[in-house]
């Protein structure tokens, strides 16, 4: 399995401060700054674009930046995102006539595609793009707003999708979002998640180093457990 990452979300950053934040908890220790795009179509719920992505990738050049879409079409907007600095650009399923089609799309604007997975969205669409992905993405709450709570089936679902990517020996990333704290990182590691989005467990946490480290020390010890 790849080194374990940590993932602060800006959705609960102070967004008077957006530019700060995110230099804060690069420099505390993250490995991605992950950027959530809400359209109030696909979710109930309206946050940034690509106009904010090319502000912090400028104002912070070296994080690299994991854009999750949560909007529905896609396609329109991926090279907005790639131009702004993206690395990963993850979406649903569910968001697009053409999942294969943007995957490539994705990857010809020379990012990384992740594909995304609802609580109650079936891994049988992996059947198909798997091999073409970079990313999966499984959500632990349903999408569309910060602070809820982890949902736990979303375990099994994690451990299913890690069976999947050791089977076919690429690496690819496998991260959750959704109620990740310290409380439960142990946990949904030893399910197999290898990629960590958390917001409110760190950003309102008031020591983004510390919390950082305290996630990383319990993923250790959840790899040293028999």
């Known amino acids: 399995m790849q080194p374990s990452w940590i993932a602060p979300s800006i959705l609960s950053a102070d967004f008077a401060r957006l530019g700060e934040e995110v230099r804060a908890v690069h420099e ?8 959530d795009v809400m359209d109030n179509h696909y979710v109930p719920n309206l946050t940034v674009g690509p106009v904010v992505c090319e502000a912090l990738h400028r104002h912070e050049p070296e994080a690299l930046i ?8 896609v396609d329109r907007i991926v090279p907005d995102f790639a131009q702004a600095g993206a690395t990963y650009i ?4 569910e968001a697009t006539e053409h999942i294969d089609r943007t995957i490539h799309l994705i990857r010809e604007h020379g990012c990384r595609p992740g594909l995304v997975f609802n609580p109650a969205t079936p891994l049988s669409f992996l059947d198909y793009t798997l091999e073409e992905l970079d990313m999966v993405l499984i ?3 349903n999408p569309g707003f910060g602070g809820q709570r982890f949902i736990r089936y979303a375990l099994d679902k994690i451990a ?4 999947r990517i050791d089977a076919l020996g690429k ?3 496998l991260e959750v979002d959704g109620g990740v704290k310290v409380e439960n990182i142990a946990e ?10 958390a917001g409110s467990a760190i950003f309102e946490s008031g020591d983004y180093r510390s919390t950082i480290g305290a996630m990383r020390r319990q993923i250790e010890r959840s790899e040293r457990r028999p």
């Not at 505390?28 to 950027?35: N, V």
């Not at 993850?90 to 399923?93: A, G, N, R, V």
């Not at 299913?160 to 069976?163: E, I, K, M, N, V």
């Open 28 to 35: 505390a220790g993250a490995d991605l700054i992950h950027f």
């Open 66 to 73: 994991d854009v999750h879409l949560m909007i529905a079409p």
């Open 90 to 93: 993850s979406f649903h399923p």
């Open 139 to 141: 959500m632990s709450v």
């Open 160 to 163: 299913a999708t890690r069976q």
């Open 171 to 173: 690496p690819i990333r």
């Open 188 to 197: 949904i590691a030893r399910a197999g998640a290898d990629t960590f989005v």
